[in-house]
């Protein structure tokens, strides 16, 4: 909870300060909740067999490329 | 040769690092898991297929986070504005048992950022949940800083209007049923 509290990420250097302290707001806490609750709940597994899918078939493709260059 | 598989390897390692956060935004944009899943998939296609773009050592998230967004506006733009899309969440959220506290904050909130405009939605959720920079998300949503801080506070007001979050927090979930009737009027 209390490193929820605290802003993953910095505002870059140049960038104004925030004109609200969302770390202490209700709405940008449950926001937050909500988000992990969402992050946590894992990847689908059609993402995972989708990715797996592109990076064969980019494999495939690359070692076809390799053996026309040979 | 082997160079290009290392590439190739190492993107899809962080493509799945940013997976989680990339469909918590999608999943806050949409308001729908199984829409916003369509949507992963999509940007996931998408930032597959142009991965030479890419910039080494820049943000592989904010990158993707671009991607997405510029997904899910292209198809609104395709679908036509959904005017359903509201009632949806709604149904969808009434037949949540209000024992199941957490399932029902969840979809409380979701109805809530779906009745806020498109623009505040991304802006909050793009600086208060996924960690950005008000530099960052001004940049993924192509537009001026201060245009950023003054969508977030409207959002904010908006959804403290929706969500009366004191007297949830005060009463608990009788409060919370309230506050369903009370938006369902309010919608």
């Known amino acids: 909870m209390v490193d929820r509290q605290k802003r993953d990420t910095p505002p870059l250097a140049g960038s104004s300060e925030p004109t609200t302290d969302f770390a202490t707001d209700g709405i940008a806490t449950r926001l937050r909740d909500l988000f992990s609750e969402i992050e946590n709940e894992g990847i689908p597994d059609k993402l995972v067999h989708l990715l797996d899918k592109l990076d064969k078939a980019e494999k495939a493709q690359n070692s076809n490329e390799n053996q026309r260059e040979d | ?187």
């Open chain 2, 1 to 187: 040769m082997a160079d290009a598989s290392h590439d190739s390897f190492d993107f899809k390692k962080q493509l799945l690092s940013a997976l989680p956060s990339l469909r918590a935004f999608a999943v806050s944009l949409c308001g729908q898991h199984d829409r916003a899943d369509d949507l992963v998939q999509e940007t996931v296609m998408k930032a597959w297929s142009k991965q030479e773009s890419f910039e080494l050592g820049t943000n592989i998230k904010a990158w993707l986070f671009t991607i997405l967004r510029n997904e899910f506006y292209s198809q609104l733009r395709k679908r036509g504005r959904e005017v359903a899309d509201t009632d949806e969440v709604y149904s969808s959220k009434l037949s949540v048992h209000p024992n199941q506290l957490g399932q029902m904050d969840m979809q409380d909130f979701l109805a809530a950022l779906a009745q806020i405009p498109d623009d505040q939605r991304e802006a909050i959720v793009l600086v208060c949940a996924s960690g950005f920079s008000y530099e960052e998300a001004a940049e993924i949503c192509d537009c001026k800083i201060g245009t950023i801080k003054s969508r977030i506070n409207r959002a904010r007001n908006r959804l403290q209007e929706l969500l009366d979050v004191d007297n949830v927090l005060e009463f608990g979930p009788d409060s919370t049923s309230a506050a369903v009737i009370k938006q369902s009027f309010a919608s």
